[in-house]
C-alpha cells in the first residue's frame, strides 16, 4: 500500500462529512462487509503469486468472500455512493477471478474498505484507552484454546479447524491488521471460518482484546518507546486512539520503515495511553519561548535568542520542576542540561543548525516531561514523596546553619542573644509566604528575579559562612577557646553580633522559603493534597529529630571536638552554597556557561554540570584550606609561645 493510498484511507477512517445516518442494522452490515475486505486484503497473498494459484483452499474463500461483498453492498441502504461501492466490489471479484497480484488485489480492497466506512460511517475507536491487562485475561479465557497461549494458532481446539485459526505471531500477516480490524472480527465472528462472534463482550473488553491480541507478533516494545519519545513527526502521524486503531504497521512502515514501524506498533498497542495523555499546555509556554528564540537566532538577534531561550527554562520549565524531580529526576537533569547547551550555543555564536538540533532535541525531551506530568501519573505516593523530599531538601541547609548557631550561643553561655536568631528565622518563615502572596497576585516576580535572589543570597551566606567556619576552627585549637572565654566572659555579645546572627538567620531561611513555597504550589495542582500534607508533615518530624539530635549531641561535646565538627559542617555548607548561588545567577542569565555535560548533577552537594560553579566550589575549598592552615600554624606559635612566657612569669616571681 502507498502513503496516498493510507492517507486516504485514513481520511475516510475519520470523516463524516458525507456520511447518512445508519441504523443498528446497517452498522452491523457495514462491519460485516468491511471485515470481509480487510481479510481478503491480508490473507490473499496466500492464495495467488504470480498469477497463479497456489492454495486452492484460500482462493475459493476469496472468490467466495468476495462475491458476498458484492451482495452486502448491494442490500445497504440506498445512497449517493452506493452505486460506485457496488461497481467497486464487482471490480474485486474481476480482479481475483484474473488473479491479479496480491499488492493490486490488497490496494482494491483497502480502497473499497474506506470507501465504504466513508460512506455508512460506524464508530472506529475505543471510548476509553484499552486495558492491555484486561485483554490478556480475555484472551487466556477466550482464545488460548483455538489460537494457543502464545497466539501461534496451535491451541488444544485447534486440530481439525479448516481454515486453521490466525497466527497472531505471523508478523507478516500481523503488519496487515489494523487493531480495529480485530475489533471487528472479534465482535461479529467471521463467516466460512469457525471464528464465533462475542458480541456478548462490552465493547471495551473487545477493544483491550483487539489491542492485546494486535501486539503478539510485535516485541520491540523498549525500541518503539525510544522511536515514540525520540521523534515528533511519529507522534504527529498518529495523534489520536481513532489514528492509531485504523492503522495497520504495513501503512506505518511505508512512511518510516518496516522495523521502525514494528516497534512503534509494539509500543502503542501495549501503551495505548500513550497517545491518549493529557498533556494540553502544560509546557506550552517553554515551547513557545524555544520557537521564538529559535526564529529570533535565524534573524541574526543573538541577544533576544538568548533571553528568550531563557525565559523558556525559567517562566516556561522551572515551575514545573519540582514535580518533575520527584517523577523523574533524570529526565529533570537531562532538560536542564540541554537548556544550558542551548544557551552556550547561542552565546558562543553556532551555526543555525546546531542551534536547531538542540532546540529540537529539547522538544523531545518537553514532550517525555509532559507525559511523565501527565495528570494520569500522579498518585498518592508521588504526592506524599514530592512533598517529602522538596521540604526535606529545602529546609536541612537552612536548618543545619541555624542550628549551629543555637548550639554555639549554648556553649559559649550567651542565650541572651537566642532571641535574635529565633526572631531571624521566624520572619523569614513569615517574609517568604508573604514574597508569595505578592508575587503571585499584586506583582509578577520573573524567573530571573527569583533565581538573582537565590544566587545571591547563597552567595553572601557562603562568604559569612566561610568567615565562621574558619573562625570555629581556630578556636578548636588547643588553648584557643580558652584564652577566647577569658577575653569576654565579662562580656555580653555586642549588639551588632547579636543583628548579625539574626541577619544570618533570616538570610539563610528566607532564601529557601519563597522557593519551597513556589514548588509546593505546582504540586498542589496535581491533586492528592492529604498526600501531600501528610509527606510535609513527615519532613517537618525528621528535621524536628535532626534538629533535636544535633544540640543534644552538640551539648556533650567536649569544646573543642564541639568547634571542629562545626567548623568542618559549616565548611561544607559554604562550598555547597557556593556551587548553588554561581548557578543561580547563571540560570538568571547574569553570568555565562560552560556546559560540563560528563559530570553529574548532584543537587545535595550543590554540584551542577557547567564548569563555573564547579569552579566556585574548588575556590571556596582552597580558601577553606587556607584558613584552616592558617589556624593551624597560629596554634603552632602559640604553643611555641607559652613555655616563654611561662619562664618570663616565674622570673617576675622570683624578681618579688
Same mark, same amino acid.
Given at each position: ?314 517562566? /516556561?520549565? #522551572?515551575?514545573? %520542576?519540582?514535580?518533575? *524531580?520527584?517523577?523523574? !529526576?533524570?529526565? =529533570?537533569? $537531562?532538560?536542564? &542540561?540541554? @537548556? ?108 530571573? /528575579?527569583? #533565581?538573582?535572589? %537565590?544566587?545571591?543570597? *547563597?552567595?553572601?551566606? !557562603?562568604?559569612? =559562612?566561610? $568567615?565562621?567556619? &574558619?573562625? @570555629? ?113 547563571? %540560570? ?69
Amino acid at each position: 500500500m502507498t502513503l496516498r493510498t493510507f492517507l486516504a484511507q485514513l481520511i475516510a477512517f475519520l470523516s463524516i462529512a458525507v456520511a447518512v445516518p445508519a441504523s443498528a442494522g446497517t452498522h452491523e452490515a457495514v462491519q460485516t462487509t468491511w471485515r470481509l475486505l480487510d481479510y481478503i486484503a491480508v490473507d490473499y497473498t496466500e492464495a495467488v503469486s504470480g498469477g497463479e494459484v497456489t492454495n486452492e483452499l484460500e482462493y475459493a474463500e476469496m472468490q467466495e468472500f468476495s462475491a458476498s461483498v458484492v451482495e452486502r453492498t448491494s442490500a445497504l441502504p440506498a445512497n449517493s455512493a452506493q452505486a460506485q461501492l457496488i461497481a467497486d466490489a464487482r471490480a474485486l471479484v474481476r480482479l481475483i477471478s484474473a488473479k491479479a497480484e496480491p499488492a493490486v488485489v490488497a490496494r482494491h480492497a483497502r480502497g473499497l474498505a474506506s470507501e465504504l466506512i466513508t460512506a455508512y460511517p460506524v464508530p472506529l475507536a475505543p471510548e476509553a484507552v484499552p486495558d492491555l491487562a484486561r485483554g490478556a485475561a480475555l484472551y487466556a479465557r477466550n482464545c488460548a484454546s483455538c489460537h494457543g497461549e502464545s497466539g501461534g494458532g496451535a491451541g488444544p481446539a485447534a486440530e481439525g479447524l479448516d481454515p486453521p485459526p490466525i497466527a497472531f505471531d505471523d508478523v507478516a500477516r500481523a503488519r496487515e491488521r489494523s487493531a480495529f480490524a480485530l475489533y471487528q472480527v472479534i465482535g461479529q465472528g467471521l463467516e466460512g471460518t469457525a471464528m464465533p462472534g462475542f458480541s456478548d463482550l462490552p465493547a471495551e473488553d473487545r477493544w483491550s482484546l483487539a489491542y492485546y491480541s494486535g501486539s503478539i507478533a510485535f516485541p520491540e516494545v523498549e525500541r518503539g518507546r525510544r522511536i515514540w519519545n525520540d521523534e515528533p513527526a511519529i507522534r504527529a502521524r498518529i495523534p489520536d486512539l481513532a489514528a492509531l486503531s485504523g492503522l495497520t504497521p504495513a501503512a506505518l512502515g511505508e512512511a518510516i520503515g518496516t522495523e521502525r514501524a514494528d516497534a512503534v506498533m509494539a509500543y502503542l498497542r501495549t501503551h495505548p495511553e500513550a497517545v491518549a495523555i493529557d498533556t494540553t499546555g502544560s509546557l506550552a509556554l517553554a515551547r513557545e519561548r524555544l520557537q521564538q528564540s529559535l526564529a529570533a537566532y535565524e534573524a541574526g538577534n543573538k541577544t533576544e535568542a538568548r533571553e528568550l531561550a531563557l525565559s523558556a527554562y525559567l517562566d /516556561g520549565f #522551572e515551575p514545573l %520542576e519540582a514535580v518533575l *524531580s520527584t517523577r523523574d !529526576a533524570d529526565l =529533570l537533569a $537531562s532538560v536542564e &542540561i540541554g @537548556m544550558a547547551e542551548l544557551r552556550a550555543a547561542i552565546s558562543r555564536g553556532d551555526p543555525v543548525a546546531a542551534v536547531a538540533e538542540k532546540v529540537n532535541a529539547l522538544d523531545v525531551l518537553f514532550y517525555r516531561a509532559e507525559a511523565v506530568l501527565a495528570p494520569d501519573n500522579a498518585s498518592a505516593m508521588s504526592a506524599f514523596l514530592g512533598a517529602f523530599a522538596i521540604l526535606l531538601r529545602e529546609g536541612l541547609e537552612a536548618l543545619l546553619i541555624v542550628i549551629a548557631m543555637i548550639a554555639f550561643l549554648r556553649k559559649a553561655e550567651r542565650t541572651e542573644v537566642m532571641p535574635f536568631v529565633h526572631s531571624g528565622w521566624l520572619l523569614a518563615l513569615a517574609a517568604g509566604a508573604l514574597t508569595w502572596v505578592v508575587a503571585t497576585y499584586l506583582i509578577g516576580v520573573s524567573g530571573a /528575579g527569583r #533565581e538573582l535572589v %537565590e544566587g545571591f543570597g *547563597s552567595i553572601f551566606a !557562603a562568604l559569612v =559562612l566561610l $568567615s565562621i567556619g &574558619i573562625w @570555629m576552627h581556630g578556636k578548636s585549637q588547643a588553648g584557643e577557646w580558652q584564652r577566647y572565654i577569658q577575653k569576654t566572659m565579662r562580656h555580653a555579645l555586642s549588639r551588632r553580633s547579636a543583628w548579625f546572627l539574626f541577619g544570618l538567620a533570616f538570610l539563610v531561611v528566607y532564601r529557601e522559603v519563597f522557593e519551597t513555597i513556589l514548588f509546593f504550589a505546582a504540586l498542589w495542582t496535581q491533586g492528592h493534597t492529604d498526600a501531600i500534607l501528610a509527606g510535609a508533615a513527615s519532613a517537618i518530624v525528621l528535621l524536628a529529630l535532626i534538629a533535636w539530635a544535633m544540640l543534644r549531641y552538640s551539648h556533650r561535646l567536649p569544646i573543642g571536638a564541639f568547634f571542629a565538627y562545626s567548623s568542618v559542617l559549616i565548611g561544607f555548607l559554604a562550598v555547597v552554597l557556593a556551587g548553588k548561588g554561581i548557578s543561580g545567577l547563571q %540560570e538568571a542569565g547574569l553570568l555565562g556557561i560552560t556546559p560540563l555535560p560528563n559530570l553529574p548533577r548532584i543537587p545535595i552537594l550543590g554540584i551542577t554540570p557547567a564548569l563555573e560553579p564547579v569552579a566556585a566550589q574548588i575556590f571556596m575549598l582552597a580558601l577553606i584550606a587556607l584558613g584552616y592552615w592558617r589556624n593551624k600554624m597560629k596554634g603552632m606559635q602559640s604553643g611555641l609561645r607559652k613555655p616563654v612566657d611561662s619562664a618570663r612569669g616565674a622570673e617576675k616571681q622570683y624578681d618579688r
